[in-house]
């Protein structure tokens, strides 16, 4: 299992292979009996590990903090990991097209959909990133939920969207990435790891512009 940056546990000194053996005093065999210990403790108490790493017995104290919004928790849990790769057909182009088959590119995934005004604003601006950084290595990859082929495929028409339009149905490559709302928008470098996720439509262009610029 993985330790969140940030989170009360990589604050606490927990580490990736850690093997928790107790609890405030009561020894935890499993995952499950030290989730029984943990999940009672309230916001601001301190709990005591004693954990096993390299060999060496450790004790460690870890102050909950209170559970941060869902998309913070996504966040957190995708950054800097392996995008999952997909497949998805084209609606503005011939074929399909495959995430790994850009590696090498920076990329940036953006799940929209035709009924979504809030997506449909940000094209311009993606538009105009594409021209900017497309000739520099910048892939757009956009997501459309819509149910029907032939509504996302019109919408796109009368955007002219110049990037790859992927049919996202029922939204399968969203699931991969915890995305179930949109807009969503993620950065994934050259190397296919995750280095910005965005829910929502209040995020910034020129932090965006940034982003695309350092890992360009």
């Given at each position: 299992t993985r330790v969140l940056p940030t989170s009360p546990a990589d604050r606490a000194g927990l580490k990736k292979g850690d093997l928790i053996t107790f609890v405030n005093g009561i020894q935890t065999l499993s995952p499950r009996a030290?989730?029984?210990?943990?999940?009672?403790?309230?916001?601001?108490?301190?709990?005591?590990?004693?954990?096993?790493?390299?060999?060496?017995?450790?004790?460690?104290?870890l102050k909950v903090g209170?559970?941060?919004?869902?998309?913070?928790?996504?966040?957190?849990?995708?950054?800097?990991?392996?995008?999952?790769?997909?497949?998805?057909?084209?609606?503005?182009?011939?074929?399909?097209?495959?995430?790994?088959?850009?590696?090498?590119?920076?990329?940036?995934?953006?799940?929209?959909?035709?009924?979504?005004?809030?997506?449909?604003?940000?094209?311009?601006?993606?538009?105009?990133?594409?021209?900017?950084?497309?000739?520099?290595?910048?892939?757009?990859?956009?997501?459309?939920?819509?149910?029907?082929?032939?509504?996302?495929?019109?919408?796109?028409?009368d955007l002219s969207i110049p990037f790859a339009v992927g049919h996202n149905a029922r939204n399968k490559v969203g699931l991969l990435y915890k995305s179930r709302n949109v807009p969503t928008l993620i950065m994934i470098d050259k190397t296919g790891i995750i280095r910005e996720y965005i829910q929502g439509s209040s995020f910034s262009f020129s932090a965006l512009d940034r982003t695309i610029r350092g890992l360009l």
């Open positions: 030290v989730l029984s210990v943990t999940t009672k403790a309230s916001v601001g108490q301190t709990i005591r590990f004693k954990i096993t790493r390299g060999g060496r017995s450790l004790d460690l104290n209170a559970r941060p919004p869902l998309a913070k928790l996504i966040k957190l849990l995708l950054m800097n990991t392996k995008a999952p790769d997909f497949s998805t057909p084209l609606v503005n182009r011939a074929g399909n097209l495959k995430l790994s088959s850009l590696r090498g590119k920076v990329v940036m995934l953006y799940f929209w959909a035709s009924w979504c005004d809030s997506c449909k604003l940000n094209m311009p601006r993606l538009k105009s990133l594409h021209r900017k950084y497309g000739p520099k290595g910048l892939v757009i990859y956009s997501m459309g939920q819509d149910k029907r082929w032939s509504t996302l495929k019109k919408t796109a028409a």
